[in-house]
T-cell receptor, first 115, second 114 residues
Framework: AQSVTQLDSQVPVFEEAPVELRCNYS??????LFWYVQYPNQGLQLLLK??????LVKGINGFEAEFNKSQTSFHLRKPSVHISDTAEYFC?????????????FGQGTRLTINP | DTAVSQTPKYLVTQMGNDKSIKCEQN?????MYWYKQDSKKFLKIMFS???????INETVPNRFSPKSPDKAHLNLHINSLELGDSAVYFC?????????????FGPGTRLLVL
């Protein structure tokens, strides 16, 4: 079974600073990776995904992530954060179990933006 | 237009009671899921249905019984609620069952068992 590790449980940054949220996955032949964001008291919203092709993936709200197969990583980055980016961020890997898709989530990283 | 909706949004109940959570999606997807998010924000899949058929059951206690009356609905009934059932329950949907599918999540149902 696949697994995902988010290396930081909390990341505080100042507004307009760059940020990187780290994610490592267990190695597999085919890897499909996702980043979801959860704003306070809301459901999860897809930020971006890596399915194949270019290793640099751009998502919504100015976020991007880089798939690195040799380091089994899929770190999320944003060059300049805003107060509204305060949320919980989840990295997930997709696998097929019993003929069905299963998302395996990391523990989440709480991003807090300070003014 | 809400893509994946859940009712109720909040549920406070006593231990031992039976309760249901409803989920509906208007995306035309054929696969639906239930996830549980615990107090530490950890998300874990509970069930997955494809075309009204159960395809994933992640060793969830028998007190939890999902039901899918049609492809657009997936309900979760919980018998004899326990304190440990307190969590946020998310419904999600996707098209197909392959690993490239994008899952769309509902807003969650916050269950508190007293």
């Amino acid at each position: 079974a696949q697994s995902v590790t988010q290396l930081d449980s909390q990341v505080p940054v100042f507004e307009e600073a760059p940020v990187e949220l780290r994610c490592n996955y267990s190695s597999s032949v085919s890897v499909y990776l996702f980043w979801y964001v959860q704003y306070p008291n809301q459901g999860l919203q897809l930020l971006l995904k890596y399915l194949s092709g270019s290793t640099l993936v751009k998502g919504i709200n100015g976020f991007e992530a880089e798939f690195n197969k040799s380091q089994t990583s899929f770190h999320l980055r944003k060059p300049s954060v805003h107060i509204s980016d305060t949320a919980e961020y989840f990295c997930a890997v997709s696998e097929v179990i019993q003929g069905a898709q299963k998302l395996v989530f990391g523990q989440g990283t709480r991003l807090t933006i300070n003014p | 237009d809400t893509a994946v909706s859940q009712t109720p949004k909040y549920l406070v109940t006593q231990m031992g009671n039976d309760k249901s959570i409803k989920c509906e999606q208007n995306l035309g997807h054929d696969t639906m899921y239930w996830y549980k998010q615990d107090s530490k924000k950890f998300l874990k899949i509970m069930f997955s249905y494809n075309n009204k058929e159960l395809i994933i059951n992640e060793t969830v206690p028998n007190r939890f019984s999902p039901k899918s009356p049609d492809k657009a609905h997936l309900n979760l009934h919980i018998n004899s609620l326990e304190l440990g059932d307190s969590a946020v329950y998310f419904c999600a949907s996707s098209q197909g069952t392959g690993p490239r599918g994008i899952q769309y999540f509902g807003p969650g149902t916050r269950l508190l068992v007293l």
